[in-house]
């Protein structure tokens, strides 16, 4: 079975600073991997997706990710954190082959831009 | 623009009510799915469909009621049943039926509050 957790429901970073959302999961196959963004109010809209392609994945707005199979993770991260980056992040897991199977979410990381 | 509409954007129902959330679209998708999401919880899939006339139960579907008899339409129905509906409501497409592996596209949600 497929899980995914995020580490840490809030996160607080300065304006310009390094900003890290942690995500680990759980496949027993290959996954594809995503990051989500979710501004107030509204519906989610799409970060980056991790497909095998390559382990480093680049992303809107500045954001990447890097798949570690080893460590089985998919941190988020941008170099300099900017206002309009305050919203809540959504790492998500999924697997394909199946009728079953399905796109799994995490709890959201809350993510606050101190100026 | 093509796109996911919600509506209402905000809906109140009283007890023993049934009350439907809207959801069309205009991306040509075949897959259409309804998420719920409450603080802190991520999102939950409640019901979804890979084509018209056919749907499938997700992981918190007691409660809820879906129909697919348009492509473009996939609305849910709270029912009486359900005793803890407030909650936002999302509702995504993808484009096709092998969906796990796609990017999902959101509506900006409906929340449903209890009177």
């Known amino acids: 079975a497929q899980s995914v957790t995020q580490l840490g429901s809030h996160v607080s970073v300065s304006e310009g600073a390094l900003v890290l959302l942690r995500c680990n999961y759980s496949?027993?196959?290959?996954?594809?991997l995503f990051w989500y963004v979710q501004y107030p109010n509204q519906g989610l809209q799409l970060l980056l997706k991790?497909?095998?392609?390559?382990?480093l994945v680049k992303g809107i707005n500045g954001f990447e990710a890097e798949f570690k199979k080893s460590e089985t993770s998919f941190h988020l991260t941008k170099p300099s954190a900017h206002m309009s980056d305050a919203a809540e992040y959504f790492c998500?897991?999924?697997?394909?082959?199946?009728?079953?199977?399905?796109?799994?979410f995490g709890k959201g990381t809350r993510l606050h831009i101190l100026p | 623009d093509g796109g996911i509409t919600q509506s209402p954007k905000y809906l109140f129902r009283k007890e023993g009510q049934n009350v439907t959330l809207s959801c069309e679209q205009n991306l040509n998708h075949d897959a259409m799915y309804w998420y719920r999401q409450d603080p802190g919880q991520g999102l939950r899939l409640i019901y979804y469909s890979q084509i018209v006339n056919d749907f499938q139960k997700g992981d918190i579907a007691e409660g809820y009621s879906v129909s697919r008899e348009k492509k473009e339409s996939f609305p849910l129905t709270v029912t009486s049943a359900q005793k803890n509906p407030t909650a936002f409501y999302l509702c995504?497409?993808?484009?096709?039926?092998?969906?796990?592996?796609?990017?999902?596209?959101f509506g900006s949600g409906t929340q449903l509050s209890v009177l």
């Open positions: 496949s027993s196959v290959p996954p594809y």
């Open positions: 998500a897991v999924s697997t394909t082959g199946g009728r079953d199977d399905k796109i799994i």
């Open positions: 991790y497909t095998s392609a390559a382990t």
């Open positions: 995504a497409s993808t484009r096709d039926r092998q969906y796990f592996n796609e990017k999902l596209f």
